[in-house]
């Protein structure tokens, strides 16, 4: 089976712009979840979504949204960009969820810079 | 709410000696406990869980950890640490009832030096 795919691999933003980013998760998963990592944060869980509803969300400001497709292809979204959205966005699926015994499978990650 | 700690920065060990890194959590319900590891410029992998069971679970690169109820600790070791091993590791709990996230400890750099 391929894995969690995520594109782009490597992005560069100005302040004040949008960016999109999207992850296919492995055949067959429905539960699609995001994360921002960097240095000094660690990984911190932006939001999940199953079946295209949205099931847990973290504390991220309304600039960040997501949303899954009927294919469990998922896409986040920053508006807005500002400098401390630099991080790298990992996308993980599993095949059920929150509450599930399952593990989590990671893409690659989306390197995000923002200047 | 769900919590993990992972109390060292970084473990450093030679190559050869036994290695631990340690994780202790907090969750509502009973614990579905995970380790991760993450090479640089990767994703995570994934390398144990513990859902019910036996407390000594074995996973991948041969890993293992334990599962302490008591001391509400998920300690990942493994017997004889090889160079290659060396990476950033992160502990992970999800409590059992709802549709509780993943929580994530803040990682736990290991170095193995020749």
């Known amino acids: 089976k391929a894995g969690v795919t995520q594109t782009p691999r490597y992005l560069i933003k100005t302040r004040g712009q949008q960016v999109t980013l999207s992850c296919s998760p492995i055949?067959?998963?429905?539960?699609v979840s995001w994360y921002q990592q960097t240095p000094g944060q660690g990984l911190q869980f932006l939001f999940e979504y199953f079946s295209e509803t949205q099931r847990n969300k973290g504390n991220f400001p309304g600039r960040f949204s997501g949303r899954q497709f009927s294919n469990s292809r998922s896409e986040m979204n920053v508006s807005t960009l500002e400098l401390g959205d630099s991080a790298l966005y990992l996308c993980a699926s599993s095949p059920s969820g929150g509450g599930s015994s399952y593990e989590q499978y990671f893409g690659p990650g989306t390197r995000l810079t923002v200047t | 709410a769900q919590s993990v700690a992972q109390p060292e920065d970084q473990v450093n060990v030679a190559e050869g000696n036994p290695l631990t890194v340690k994780c202790t959590y907090s969750?509502?319900?009973?614990?579905?406990l995970f380790w991760y590891v993450q090479y640089p410029n990767r994703g995570l992998q994934f390398l144990l869980k513990y859902i019910t069971g036996d407390n000594l679970v074995k996973g991948s690169y041969g890993f293992e950890a334990e599962f302490n109820k008591s001391q509400t600790s998920f300690h990942l070791k493994k017997p004889s640490a090889l160079v290659s091993d060396s990476a950033l590791y992160f502990c992970?709990?999800?409590?059992?009832?709802?549709?509780?996230?993943?929580?994530f400890g803040t990682g736990t750099r290991l170095l193995v030096s020749p």
């Open positions: 055949s067959g998963h429905r539960s």
């Open positions: 992970a709990v999800r409590g059992d009832t709802g549709f509780q996230k993943l929580v």
């Open positions: 969750v509502s319900g009973n614990p579905y």
